[in-house]
């Protein structure tokens, strides 16, 4: 049994990434450490798979009335049994020419299963420092 990482930075690969994730909730996360989230990333995000031994971690932006939005994970670090999940949520300016069409941002990334042992919760942060959504994950 390996030992559960207690804190540091998390190294992640891009899985996916959608304006068009079936989701029409507002800004969520979701960590795929069971079948269920997994499945669940799967059905949101178009081509969103992974290989074994690696766990998705998916941030959605929600529903938005315009383009001009997006999410991207910037970064994912560990503290003890909480994963913590950095991302910019970008949104068009007051005078920006946009799409007039329903869209709902997704990114997934991936990180190694053993990066994710002993997990129990998981936070989104925006790029202010702000806490967006905090889940369990067991």
Not at 109 to 126: N, W, Y
Request: charge should be neutral.
């Amino acid at each position: 049994m390996s030992p559960t990482p207690s804190a540091g930075p998390v190294a992640f690969v891009e899985v996916a990434a959608t304006s068009q994730a079936r989701d029409d909730s507002g800004p969520a996360l979701v960590v795929g450490t069971t079948d269920a989230a997994r499945a669940r990333i799967a059905q949101l995000v178009a081509g969103a798979s992974v290989p074994t031994g690696r766990v998705m971690i998916a941030a959605f932006q929600g529903q938005q009335s315009t383009g001009g939005y997006s999410v991207h994970i910037t970064g994912v670090e560990r503290r003890g049994d909480q994963l913590l999940v950095r991302a910019t949520f970008t949104r068009p300016g007051p005078d920006a020419f946009v799409t007039q069409v329903l869209t709902s941002p997704a990114h997934v990334v991936s990180i190694a299963a053993a990066d994710a042992a002993g997990l129990r919760e998981a936070i989104l942060f925006d790029e202010r420092g702000a806490e967006i959504t905090r889940i369990n994950t067991t």
